[in-house]
């Protein structure tokens, strides 16, 4: 079954502790994207990739990593979280004609 | 930048209505638009995908149209049913490579 996969679905954290949210998808998509999901601010872009080896910035980067070592995988990180970055994280992956596959979501709070 | 507006942001109806969510972007230079269903606590589901070459695109009970030179789309949804609700959210992708969500409309249908 096509589809992106995202670990951890829930995660509760404290401030500072370095934490990683994996994304996988098994489409063969060059790229991938992820998200956050905020009330009243709706999606936004955090960093997305063109493909392996290449990232870029998307509208709110500050705070987070990512890496894609390999075409499957996107990573995001989270050096030292802080409450601020309490939120609902989707990862997603592109067709050639940028059609967006999303994974389920997760859920991120920061104490 | 790019900013995309969803309107109405709430909607109520009763089952068997024929109904029209609109979708409008600042700027008309787009490479896709993207039409989406969120249930909550949920993922993004993918409904209907418009290229810019596009006018419009069908899928089953839905229909969405894309007028990029107004910076205008609409989705239909014919007899709805009470499974329909959901927030459907609509993105723009800006040729970039970067994609903008409307913050969407929550659709309930009523029994």
């Known amino acids: 079954e096509a589809q992106v996969t995202q670990n951890p679905r829930y995660l509760i954290t404290v401030t500072g502790k370095k934490l990683t949210v994996t994304c996988s998808q098994n489409?063969?998509?060059?790229?991938m994207s992820w998200y956050r999901q905020d009330p009243g601010l709706g999606l936004r872009q955090i960093y997305y990739?063109?493909?392996?080896?290449?990232?870029d910035k998307g509208d709110v980067p500050e705070g987070y990593k990512v890496s894609r070592k390999e075409k499957r995988n996107f990573p995001l990180i989270l050096e030292s979280p802080s409450p601020n970055q309490t939120s609902l994280y989707f990862c997603?992956?592109?067709?050639?004609?940028?059609?967006?596959?999303f994974g389920p979501g997760t859920r991120l709070t920061v104490l | 930048k790019q900013e995309v507006t969803q309107i109405p942001a709430a909607l109520s109806v009763p089952e068997g209505e024929n109904l029209v969510l609109n979708c409008s972007f600042t700027?008309?230079?787009?490479?896709?638009l993207q039409w989406f269903r969120q249930d909550p606590g949920k993922g993004l589901t993918s409904l209907l995908l418009?290229?810019?070459?596009?006018r419009e695109q069908t899928s089953g009970r839905l229909n969405a149209s894309l007028d990029k030179s107004s910076g205008r789309s609409t989705l239909y949804i014919a007899a709805s049913q009470p499974g329909d609700s959901a927030t459907y959210l609509c993105?723009?992708?800006?040729?970039?490579?970067?994609?903008?969500f409307g913050s969407g409309t929550k659709l309930n249908v009523k029994p």
């Open positions: 418009i290229q810019s070459s596009q």
């Open positions: 993105a723009v992708d800006d040729n970039f490579n970067k994609f903008y």
């Open positions: 700027d008309s230079a787009i490479y896709n």
């Open positions: 990739s063109m493909n392996v080896e290449v990232t």
């Open positions: 997603a992956s592109s067709s050639l004609v940028n059609e967006q596959f």
């Open positions: 489409m063969n998509h060059e790229y």
